[in-house]
């Protein structure tokens, strides 16, 4: 394992530190509502959870559960509900957030726009960005997050990224991505942001082997991610799926996310997206794609055939203009689908309740004037994209639901605030409906990360300062 593990010792890891080998054990309660997302879709009320090792050892209301434990935790006033889980964002991009030249232009133009800017990226820019994102996505309730970082100039390594994401305390996947095919190559990057191929594969394996943890209950994980279509070459695409495969760990890429994307793929290879990445093994369980905007039914039916993965990015879609994603047809295929908040130049934040009620909402508005569309898509079931749907996309059954034997990874929001006023009538729809709140309390294998809605792992205030400052330089 890689030496930034000692930032965050496991409860359940031989890296644990040894005043910490003892078994302790927490005891949540009075959760007005705990909402579970078991198979049954159980929601509690008054309901707790008792912890033993950061795992959930038992589930149900307070009066059934133990009533010591070494750390109480009183939720009278809140909905808890199963960790967030974010299937993708781009923590670097929190550095360039409103640029006013990339405010108003398509995926295309934006990334034209902001290339140039990325490649002036440093270490220490990589590193303070993570934790800004990180920090909002934890502020939010989201206890796992992915990343796909793609560019690595001024000697900037996945390793900044990693190291700097321990200290913040969520689980954490993060992606090697890669750009191989410049401009010159007919690709959209310029040619001075991309890396070689045999690189990004060395520097791959290098790194799953420094850090990938496949155990249950893994803080950090390592996925294989070339960019994009238009940013690397098919033989990149091909090499990559067979190191993930070899190595046991899954696939990431930006997949049919706009129209231009796919004139792309028409012209240069000839396929639409989705045929294009089946051709190249880029289909299974294994497997999940940024987007799915542009896919037909029959492409999602085949995509819930194959268990290959979807985050959907409602935020991002709408403000890139690059289309509605057919979330009602994935769910009628049975394809595994997450959210992401992406971006984070293209939300232009990090904050995952936000997106859930995005997804619902652009659900919504994507059902306009179909006669045969039903119901229209629910509070839970956006939830359950963000919790449920996040831990399947990510290849995690450990995590996603409150239930025994998994990861006790929690939110609680306070539902006694003006935003939720006239609300209770159904507090658990309230968290999706009514304004985005922060949480209140997000925990992580039962350790607290935010309580009374602030960050217990780093100083957010110095962090927000030093992010502006490199931010300017970066910009300027
Ligand atoms: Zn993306």
Redesign the pocket.
């Known amino acids: 394992m890689g030496a930034g593990l000692e930032f965050f010792p496991q409860p359940s890891s031989e890296l644990q530190a040894p005043e910490a080998a003892e078994m302790t054990t927490m005891l949540v309660r009075h959760a007005d509502v705990l909402v579970t997302m078991d198979e049954e879709r159980r929601e509690i009320p008054d309901g707790g959870l008792f912890i033993r090792d950061g795992m959930i050892e038992r589930v149900g209301a307070s009066g059934d559960l133990p009533s010591t434990a070494d750390e109480i935790l009183d939720l009278h006033g809140r909905v808890v509900i199963p960790g967030l889980v974010n299937t993708?964002?781009?923590l670097y991009q929190t550095l360039t957030r409103a640029l006013p030249a990339a405010q108003d232009v398509d995926l295309f133009h934006w990334l034209k726009t902001l290339y140039p800017i990325w490649a002036r990226l440093s270490p220490e820019a990589i590193r303070i960005s993570t934790q800004v994102g990180l920090a909002e996505l934890a502020l939010s309730g989201c206890t796992t997050a992915s990343d796909?970082l793609y560019i690595f100039p001024n000697g900037a390594r996945l390793d900044d990224e990693i190291e700097a994401a321990l200290p913040v305390g969520l689980r954490f996947h993060a992606s090697r991505g890669s750009m191989s095919l410049g401009e010159s190559q007919g690709g959209l990057p310029p040619d001075r942001v991309i890396e070689k191929e045999d690189a990004i594969l060395r520097d791959t394996q290098r790194l799953i082997e420094a850090y990938h943890d496949p155990r249950p209950g893994a803080m950090l994980r390592i996925v294989v991610a070339p960019c994009s279509p238009f940013s690397v070459t098919a033989d990149l695409m091909r090499e990559a799926a067979v190191l993930a495969r070899a190595a046991g760990v899954r696939l990431h890429t930006?997949l049919a996310?706009t129209a231009d994307e796919e004139r792309f793929c028409l012209e240069r290879f000839g396929l639409r997206p989705v045929d294009y990445a089946e051709k190249l093994s880029w289909s299974g369980e294994d497997v999940w794609f940024?987007?799915g905007v542009h896919v037909t039914p029959q492409e999602a039916a085949r995509l819930g055939r194959s268990g290959t993965g979807v985050a959907h990015?409602p935020s991002?879609n709408m403000r890139l203009a690059s289309g509605i994603a057919p979330v009602r047809e994935y769910l009628r295929c049975g394809v595994k689908l997450g959210l992401?908040v992406?971006?984070s130049a293209?939300n232009d934040c990090s904050h995952l309740l936000a997106e859930a009620r995005q997804a619902m909402l652009l659900a919504r508005l994507a059902a306009a004037g179909q006669e045969t569309a039903g119901p229209l898509l629910s509070a839970r079931q956006a939830l359950e994209l963000a919790t449920r749907g996040g831990a399947e996309v990510l290849g995690r059954t450990d995590i996603g639901q409150l239930t025994a034997g998994r990861c006790a990874d929690f939110a609680a929001f306070r539902v006694s605030r003006l935003d939720y006023a006239g609300a209770l009538h159904d507090p658990v729809a309230a968290l999706l409906f009514c304004t985005p709140e922060q949480a209140d309390v997000t925990a992580v294998n039962g350790r607290i990360v935010v309580k009374d809605g602030q960050l217990t792992t780093l100083d957010v205030g110095t962090l927000v300062e030093r992010h502006n400052r490199i931010a300017a330089e970066l910009c300027a």
């Open positions: 993708h964002h781009h796909h930006h996310e940024a987007h990015c991002s992401g992406d971006g293209s």
